[in-house]
């Protein structure tokens, strides 16, 4: 198919060049689109393929336009009524769905988990209303502190996959708790390198309150709510974070 189109439009020209090298395709006309692209660098493409020619589109890794810039250019072809065929390929979302063991009969995409605390929580706690299973993808120096924060706020409640690599030499799969899987890459560390797929299922199990309640009533005015959380996580198993929500809003209501 490649040596068919005219001209390609590709992520990095210099990848793209020793793919080409690699199947002997000489003087092929490239185009680089990437998150840098802008309205102009659409409309040269376009003028290309009004003019006759027939272009194509390759991503460094896995299925192009997925969670990359390409989908405005194929959005703006289409408005242009360009004619868009798209080609089955390899993709980290459904690989490292297949390959967690977390249920793949409902899942969502979401992209790159956000970088701030604030809004990684927030998407965090919309993905534990999801019925499904929640993919993500996560960078290598991010990935710590993301499982740290998933593992703060819902313990055991989450059920998690790591894929690392996919396809790659270096592929593993990381599942448990998210405390579980910081333990394995802190034990070592070696290992936090690479692409990482995150995929997130939530258990919903129906938690017997009443001990942690009973002991909230009776030490509410004698200990510090946080410290209670974890006194009372300890004693039920129920996760302290969870605990201290659920006592922080009878506290407020009161």
Do not use: W
């Not at 409309?43 to 989908?71: M, R």
């Not at 790159?112 to 209303?129: G, H, R, S, T, Y």
């Not at 502190?145 to 409640?157: A, C």
């Not at 939530?202 to 974890?230: G, H, M, N, R």
């Amino acid at each position: 198919m490649i040596e068919k189109v005219d001209f390609l439009v590709v992520e990095n020209r210099a990848i793209t060049k020793n793919l080409l090298k690699k199947f002997k395709i000489e003087n092929k006309k490239i185009f680089t689109y990437n998150d840098h692209s802008n309205k102009a660098q659409r409309q040269n493409i376009l003028e290309q393929l009004k003019s006759g020619l027939t272009g194509g589109i390759i991503s460094d890794a896995g299925t192009p336009l997925i969670c990359d810039p390409g989908y405005k250019l194929i959005s703006e072809l289409i408005i242009k009524d360009v004619k868009v065929i798209s080609l089955p390929g390899p993709t980290a979302v459904v690989t490292a769905l297949t390959g967690s063991g977390l249920p793949t009969d409902k899942f969502q995409f979401n992209g790159f988990l956000p970088k701030k605390d604030k809004e990684l929580i927030a998407v965090l706690n919309k993905c534990a209303n999801f019925s499904g299973t929640s993919v993500f993808y996560e960078t290598p120096h991010r990935i710590l502190d993301s499982l740290e924060i998933i593992n703060q706020i819902f313990g055991f409640e989450a059920n998690l996959c790591v894929a690392k690599e996919l396809t790659k030499v270096h592929e593993n799969y990381f599942r448990g708790s998210a405390k579980e899987i910081l333990d394995k890459f802190n034990a070592n560390k070696q290992v936090i390198k690479g692409e990482f797929v995150l995929l997130i299922h939530f258990e919903k199990t129906d938690q017997d309150y009443s001990i942690a309640d009973k002991a909230y009533k009776k030490l509410k005015s004698k200990v510090p709510i946080k410290e209670l959380s974890k006194i009372v996580s300890d004693l039920t198993g129920i996760n302290k974070n969870l605990l201290y929500k659920r006592f922080l809003s009878f506290s407020q209501k009161s």
